[in-house]
């Protein structure tokens, strides 16, 4: 199992920036795909982003043009840059790890279903 742990979380205002990081740890070279994803109390888990051992992007409509995925695979991290936060980006935000290399259906990169180990989670807070 890969362990995940996520850094970087806190409180901004409106319109300002926050940089998430993913450490993986573990059986690294079995997770391929890659994603972040949101919850808040009350509401089911919430696709952000998503890329692929091919470097492939996916993003959830809500944050294209203000958040960037990215990876680095040699130190076994992924990160999300979130630029122009809004109040309702406020949530705990989760990194997620998939195991199979290529999915045949993009629907899995960006729902839960799709991924097979996750991290503790990390707070962002965003004020008016």
């Known amino acids: 199992q890969v362990q995940l742990v996520e850094s970087g979380g806190g409180s901004v205002q409106a319109g300002g920036s926050l940089r998430l990081s993913c450490a993986a740890s573990?059986?690294?070279?079995?997770?391929?795909?890659m994603g972040w994803f949101r919850q808040v109390p009350g509401k089911e888990r919430e696709f952000v982003a998503a890329?692929?051992?091919?470097?492939?992007?996916y993003y959830a409509d809500s944050v294209k043009g203000r958040f960037t995925i990215s990876r680095d695979n040699a130190k076994n991290t992924v990160h999300l840059q979130m630029n122009s936060l809004k109040p309702e980006d406020t949530a705990v935000y989760l990194c997620?790890?998939?195991?199979?290399?290529?999915?045949?259906?993009?629907?899995?990169?960006?729902?839960?279903?799709?991924?097979?180990?996750w991290g503790q989670g990390i707070q962002v807070t965003v004020s008016s």
């Open positions: 997620a790890a998939a195991r199979v290399r290529d999915y045949s259906r993009s629907y899995y990169y960006t729902n839960t279903a799709g991924y097979d180990d």
């Open positions: 573990g059986p690294t070279s079995s997770s391929y795909a």
């Open positions: 890329i692929r051992w091919s470097g492939s992007l």
